[in-house]
C-alpha cells in the first residue's frame, strides 16, 4: 500500500490537499475488479476510454482515478498523467514494492505448451514442499485452487499485484505463461525472472502481429530484453535453436533427439496408460514415469524438468514427481465415460501444427481402431489457418466431425466454408459437418467402436461458447459426461 500523497509525487502530479492522509489499497485497470480504498486506473483503449466506467469504480469505493486525459463530470478526484500508459510499469512495480524481486519467478513462453508447462512445474514443486503461485490461462494462485482470468498474462498492474499477493504468502516461487500479447504490449515490462523458458514456436495471433517473423521476434524478446539467470529453450525448435546461436554460453537445451542437451531422454514407451523412459543429464540417468498422454508432453515435462533442476532441484526428485502429476485441464485430458473401450480426450489444440501434434501423439498410444476428432475454428481469428487445420486433420484423423467453436462475430457457415477450403467434402467420406456442437460431440460418441479414440479439440479448458459477443455456458467435458449418463 502507498499512500495517495506518495502516488502523486512518484509520478510527478502537482500536489492536492484532497490527497492528504488517504492510503491507496491497490491499482487497477478493471473498474469491476475496485475495492473500497482503490484506485481506477483509466486508459485510452481500443474502441473506448477507461475513464467512461468512473461510476462504476466510484460505487465500489475508489478514492480517485488515474487517466491519461481530464475526464469531465467525474464525481470523485482526477490525476490526469500524459504518458501514463508508457509509465504503467514502473508504476506496478513500485507501488507494490518490486515483488518479482522477492519471489524466484519463471517464465514460460511458447505457442504450445505454455499452459502445461506451467501446470506441471507448479505441481512438482507442490509435490517436493515447495509453494508455488501460478498465473496463466487456466487461472490465477496455487495450483489447485485457481482463480478465472479473461487473458493468458494480465496486465502489469494486476500481474504485480498477484506477485505481490504470493511473496505476503509466503511462497517460494511463482510460474508465468507469457504470452506474446504480453511482451508486445510490455505487460511483462520491469519484471525479474530467475528463469525463462520456451517451449515451441509455431504459427499464431497472426490477427495481432505483423506477420510470422514478427510473431517470432516477439517470443525471442523475453530472451533477448529480460534478464535472467537460467535461459531454457528446444533445442527442437527453430526460434529455440536461433536463439541458442545467438546466446552462446549463455542458453540451457532440453530436447527428446539431441544426446548434447543439457536434458535428453531416451527409450520412450507409450501406451494407453501413459508415457515411460529415461531421462538423462550430464551423467545422471533417471527412470520416469507418468500417466500423462501424448508425445509432446514429453516436451512440456522435458521444460518443466530442466527448470526445476536449474533452480537446484535433482533430477532423482524431479522424476519422482513426474509419476504424481495430473493432467490439465483441457490439455490431452481424458474424460471417463462408461462406452466400453472407448478412450475419449479433450484438447485446446487451435493451431494446425497443435492440432497435428495432438493427432500423431494419440497414434503414438497406438490405438487399435479409429479416431474421430471434432473439431471448427474460432471466429474473428487468423483466418489463414483454417484450410491448414482441415489438411492436417484429413490426413491423420479417420474420422472427422466438423462443428462450431467460438464463432464470435463472425458467421459459423462462413469459418466451416472457409475451414474446407482445406479438403474436398464431396470426394471424402470421412468428413461429416454438424454446426451444433454438442451434438456433434454426441454424433462422434454413438458412432465410436471398441478401441476407438474420440478427440475434442478447440476449447480445452474453456466453459463457455463465444456467440456475437455473448458468453454461453458450453463445456466440452459436461456434454461429454452428461452423454454417458443417458
Known sequence: MKTLAEIINFLGIESCAAAAGLVAKGLTLDSRQIQPGWIFVAL?????????????????????????????????????????????????GWFYDYPSHKIKLIGVTGTNGKTS??????????????????????????VNALQATENTTMDSLALNGWLAQFVAEGLAFAVLEVSSHAIALGRIAGLRFECVALTQVTRDHLDFHHDLADYHATKKRLFEAFPAKYKII????????????????????????NQSAALFVSDICLTEQGISGRLHSNETVIDFKTS???????????????????????????????ASLKPIIGRMERVDTVKFGVNVLVDYAHTPDALEQVLLSVQAHQPIGKVWLVFGCGGNRDAGKRPLMAQVASSLADQIILTNDNPRFEEPQQIIEDICQGVDLEQ????????????????????????????????????????????????????????QQN
Open 234 to 257: 528446444n533445442l527442437e525448435d527453430a526460434v529455440g535453436q536461433q536463439i541458442f546461436k545467438e546466446q552462446p554460453g549463455l542458453v540451457i537445451g532440453y530436447s527428446q533427439k
Open 292 to 322: 500423462l498422454l501424448g508425445r509432446f508432453n514429453i516436451e512440456n515435462l522435458l521444460c518443466a524438468s530442466l527448470c526445476l533442476v536449474c533452480l537446484g532441484f535433482s533430477l532423482h526428485r524431479v522424476a519422482q514427481a513426474t
Open 44 to 92: 485510452s483503449g481500443d474502441a473506448r476510454h477507461g475513464g467512461e466506467f468512473w461510476q462504476q469504480a466510484m460505487s465500489l469505493g475508489a478514492l480517485g482515478v488515474l487517466s491519461d486525459k481530464p475526464l469531465n463530470d467525474c464525481e470523485i478526484p482526477v490525476y490526469v498523467v500524459a504518458d501514463l500508459k508508457q509509465r504503467l510499469a514502473d508504476l506496478a
Open 428 to 483: 471424402s467420406s470421412q468428413w461429416q459437418v454438424e454446426l451444433d456442437r454438442k451434438k456433434a460431440i454426441e454424433s462422434a460418441l454413438m458412432q465410436a467402436q471398441t478401441g476407438d479414440w474420440v478427440l475434442v479439440v478447440g476449447k480445452g479448458h474453456e466453459n463457455y461458447q463465444d456467440i456475437k459477443g455473448v458468453k454461453t455456458p458450453f463445456s466440452d467435458q459436461q456434454v461429454i459426461k452428461a452423454w
Open 117 to 142: 508447462t506451467t501446470q506441471y512445474i507448479a505441481q512438482m514443486l507442490e509435490l517436493m514442499g515447495q509453494g508455488c503461485g501460478v498465473l496463466g490461462t487456466l487461472g490465477n494462485g496455487r
